[in-house]
């Protein structure tokens, strides 16, 4: 006897892609705006990107009604932070937040693959980058998406920093300055345009620095 | 008409018959093929002769051997593609799709990292690779798995990333708690058994976790292996992931229980180090731990490419003419 198939999922991948760079003194969160299903393109000025705190935002591809239910979640529970502590809550301890958040669904999980950026508490840039299940590390760069497998390598050409990991430690801050950082994203995503189906329409750029928070976009291609 | 050729599956030739069971078993499996092809077999002059001696236990199936080729051989009448099956070998199970996917499950890699520890006269030394991999995309080179639970214990991570991490995150909380309700320390032996202890609760939910958890308490040094099945381990050497065959060989080789701190070190930096040149899930930074008396210190934090042209230098290439430049009048 065969095993049944539910013909039903749950779930559906709404495609797109989302990219973060950490800088000494600032952060650029970037992500298309093409929201799609299939083949059909659902609409083409979708945002995923999301103001979780006054220094952290976090952009998530995958399924965007999981999306917006872990944004909810995250921001509730960064009210009722400010509410207790008075304050607003670091970066770190964010990506922290978001990495339990996404554990406790182990056995029913987000379809979420997220980039949280912002600044820490010493005013340097940090992304974090994170799995479906909560896995989450301190990068100075990362992609995620369907167009990470096409920008991942890029990045890691233009910016590989030395790990973390080595001993005697190596000094691991982007050279990069902002608006050469900047121009580094709208390229990565003009060349993902190029060969991923479910990347394009346009890319919403967030930078964010110690002036605060600057906001711009770029047209791609629409095809 | 057709005549088609059918070869019978050796699976159950070659078994062994040791109990009366067993031939029962066999000879009901032989039948109901036998009855298969008799059935098909109705075509023409199609004959299988077998005997069975349930008595001796000793079967002969020589007439079993059907004078159908192997493989290639006189293919005129399997050529039109459909009349005959292709003669594969088939489980015999009710669940074919099922058995299909452990099958596949089988002979994935495990767990793609390499993971090592191991007690010696000093303490004990603890290191790993640092790659993550998602099916055949590495999605990253400088995942952080060996993991600080707390100064003086220390656990790695084989397996998935987010279980590793999580479940570590929330012993270490468990061992403070213990620490500030008991007003010592937590032992190795207590700390591995909470861990097991959770990990057994979730077990066949698809968690995937292989660890060591290795401290030095007042016991001494102590060195446990922890999986999500539910097993745990006492032991002086471990080592966890789809490279451990490679860091094992390395390791039993050079293993000595009277080795100095920068012995222990260098024997775990190569083990890690053969195993990232052999498996393809394994790479990147090969971290060194000790962990001693005091507690926990990182040794050393070696890229293996690099570690690769220190261990094996490139020879110059022994030029036999060299071409100069040409003079420009």
Known sequence: MTKEHANWSPYDNNGGTCVAIAGADYCVIAADTRMSTGYSILTRDYSKICKLADKSFMASSGFQADVKALQKVLSSRHLIYQHQHNKQMSCPAMAQLLSNTLYYKRFFPYYAFNVLGGLDSEGKGCVFTYDAVGSYERVGYSAQGSGATLITPFLDNQLKSPSPLLLPAKDAVTPLSEAEAVDLVKTCFASATERDIYTGDSVEIIILNANGVRRESEQLRKD | ?329
């Open chain 2, 1 to 329: 008409m057709n005549r088609v050729k059918y070869r019978i599956s050796w699976f159950i030739v070659v078994q062994e018959i040791t109990s009366s069971n067993t031939v029962v078993r066999t000879f009901f499996l032989l039948n109901q093929r036998v009855n298969d092809l008799v059935d098909i077999s109705q075509l023409k002059g199609f004959r299988f002769e077998f005997s069975l001696s349930v008595e001796i236990m000793k079967l002969d199936f020589s007439g079993l051997e059907s004078s159908a080729p192997l493989y290639g051989g006189s293919n005129e009448l399997l050529s039109d593609g459909f009349s005959a099956a292709p003669s594969f070998d088939l489980p015999v199970t009710s669940d074919f799709d099922g058995f299909q996917k452990n099958s596949i499950q089988m002979v994935k890699p495990a767990k793609g990292t390499t993971t090592l520890a191991f007690i010696f006269k000093e303490g004990v030394m603890v290191a790993a690779d640092s790659r993550a991999s998602m099916g055949g995309y590495i999605s990253s080179q400088s995942v952080k798995k060996i993991i600080e639970i707390n100064p003086y214990m220390l656990g790695t991570m084989a397996g998935g990333a987010a279980d590793c991490q999580f479940w570590h995150r929330n012993l270490g909380i468990k061992c403070r708690l213990h620490e500030l309700a008991n007003k010592r320390r937590i032992s190795v032996t207590g700390a591995s058994k909470l861990l097991a202890n959770i990990l057994y609760s979730y077990r066949g939910m698809g968690l995937s976790v292989g660890t060591m958890i290795a401290g030095w308490d007042e016991k001494g040094p102590g060195l446990y292996y922890v999986d999500s099945e539910g097993g745990r381990l006492k032991g002086t050497k471990f080592s966890v992931g789809s490279g451990s065959p490679y860091a094992y060989g390395v390791l039993d080789s050079g293993y000595k229980y009277d080795l100095t701190v920068d012995e222990a070190a260098e024997l775990a930096r190569r083990a890690i180090y053969h195993a990232t040149f052999r498996d393809g899930a394994s790479g990147g930074v090969a971290s060194v731990y000790h962990v001693g008396p005091n507690g926990w210190t990182k040794l050393s934090g070696d890229d293996v490419g690099e570690l690769h042209y220190s261990y094996y230098p490139v020879e110059p290439a022994i030029v036999e003419q060299e071409m100069t430049e040409a003079v420009v009048a």
